[in-house]
């Protein structure tokens, strides 16, 4: 009688599960050649190190994690066990995208782009579909059929082997790509959720992550069906944006057979670098002052905003036509710190040029970032300095007068987020740096 009992308190008990409790128990994962299994249940040991924003939400089973689309991604970069230049090895796991962002969100990866290490990438293309991307000669791709949807749980699989990489949406084939021979075997990191790339953050993911798995042999299709089972659970995902009215439907838009054409154009060339001297320049600006034209950018000795970075300039007397020998606006430095390009004003019949100066201090880019103003001495034809006018702000913008007196321009922070200045009054040795908050 007491077993009949408790068969049936054991009946009822299974009776009262809800659907989604019970669904929520899928069919083991094949163990053999699993050599990397994160599950988000809290920090997980011997797992890949959080940065940035990243929490713990409901997960698939238990915990997940959730990325911000921001500042928060994983990275492993201890050894894999996978040899994955022999292009013999599957991933798994379960993502849940919040928003569509207009460029690509990484899942998964194991490369870093600054650096040439190029593996190989899952990620969610602009339009919602899942990628995957194995690096040859070039990039192959593989994308799935369909976006996946917002909030909703979906299991990637890819399967790379005898020739074929598979990609497979919640166990189903979606997209595949032959490729020949090995890749490159290089020190990137393991991604999850975005990549650090050489110190910038890049393609972030907003949603959630859970349940990533490496193997070191390709996953059949018959394992991978049965690794998948719907999960009910869904994710809030945020409201879209209100459009941005660009143009003003009032005023009729103009027509292109209506826009004047010039009676001469003359191409001039105004600076070309120099082999073994200053071999890359960027950022120009342009002015005219006293009926001459000044045009100034920065100079490196090798790459773009590299150390022994200066502001350099040229004058032209006739209009542009013919130009001068280069000056130099901003000297740089000795050691990590460098001068770079900025922004060209006039203020009371004086020119004043704002460089950026960098490379020592605080910040993840742009370490320790300012703006340094020189101004054209009338007499001697030098540029001499006023000091550092600017705190946090590179300045892209050429500076406008407001309403009240006071100027403002734009430009980004240390952290490569936008930002204004806005001058005290009419004076141009003093502004304030004001951060503009980013939606994610």
């Not at 070309?272 to 200053?278: H, I, K, L, P, S």
């Not at 005219?288 to 350099?312: F, K």
Request: aromatic share 10%; net charge negative.
């Amino acid at each position: 009688m007491r077993y009949a009992q408790s068969f049936a308190l054991i009946l009822a008990f299974g009776m009262l599960l809800s659907p989604a409790a019970r669904c929520a128990q899928p069919p083991p994962t094949p163990e053999e050649g699993r050599v990397l299994h994160w599950s988000f249940d809290g920090q997980p040991i011997n797992g890949p190190e959080w940065h940035g924003e990243a929490a713990i939400v409901p997960g698939v089973r238990g915990d997940a994690l959730g990325l911000d689309g921001a500042t928060a991604y994983a990275a492993f970069e201890g050894p894999t066990g996978v040899e994955f230049a022999n292009a013999e090895f599957s991933v798994s796991v379960w993502v849940n995208p919040y928003v569509r962002t207009g460029g690509q969100q990484m899942v998964l990866a194991k490369s870093v782009y600054a650096l040439n290490q190029r593996e190989w990438s899952l990620l969610l293309e602009p339009d919602g579909r899942a990628g995957f991307y194995l690096r040859r000669d070039g990039w192959l791709t593989a994308t799935s059929e369909d976006a996946l949807p917002l909030g909703h749980w979906s299991h990637l699989v890819v399967s790379v082997g005898d020739g074929q990489a598979r990609l497979f949406v919640n166990g189903h084939l979606s997209g595949h790509v032959a490729y020949q021979g090995r890749g490159a075997t290089t020190d990137a990191p393991i991604s999850v959720g975005g990549l650090s790339n050489d110190g910038d953050l890049f393609q972030m993911l907003r949603g959630a992550i859970d349940e990533v798995a490496i193997y070191d042999r390709p996953l059949s299709p018959a394992e991978i069906e049965g690794m998948y089972q719907p999960v009910p659970d869904t994710h809030p995902v945020p409201e879209p944006a209100e459009p941005i009215e660009l143009w003003d439907p009032r005023v009729p838009f103009p027509e292109v057979d209506t826009i004047p054409l010039l009676d001469r154009v003359t191409h001039v060339v105004v600076h070309r670098a120099t082999v073994g001297e200053y071999e890359f320049l960027h950022g120009a600006a342009i002015i005219e002052h006293d009926g001459v034209l000044h045009a100034t950018w920065a100079n490196s000795p090798v790459e773009e905003n590299s150390a022994g970075e200066i502001q350099r300039g040229r004058r032209s007397s006739d209009g542009g036509l013919t130009w001068g020998p280069p000056e130099v606006i901003a000297p740089g430095f000795e050691g990590e710190r460098r001068h770079s390009h900025g922004v060209l004003a006039e203020r009371g019949g004086e020119l004043w040029a704002f460089a950026a100066r960098f490379g020592v201090g605080e910040g993840d880019t742009f370490r320790g970032l300012q703006t340094e103003a020189f101004v054209l001495d009338g007499d001697s034809g030098e540029w001499v300095s006023r000091g550092i006018v600017m705190g946090d702000c590179w300045p892209y913008d050429q500076p406008k007068r407001l309403p009240d007196g006071s100027y403002i321009t734009g430009g980004q922070d240390s952290d490569r987020q936008p930002c204004v200045a806005i001058s005290h009054g009419d004076d141009f040795t003093n502004w304030d740096t004001v951060k503009l908050p980013v939606p994610q």
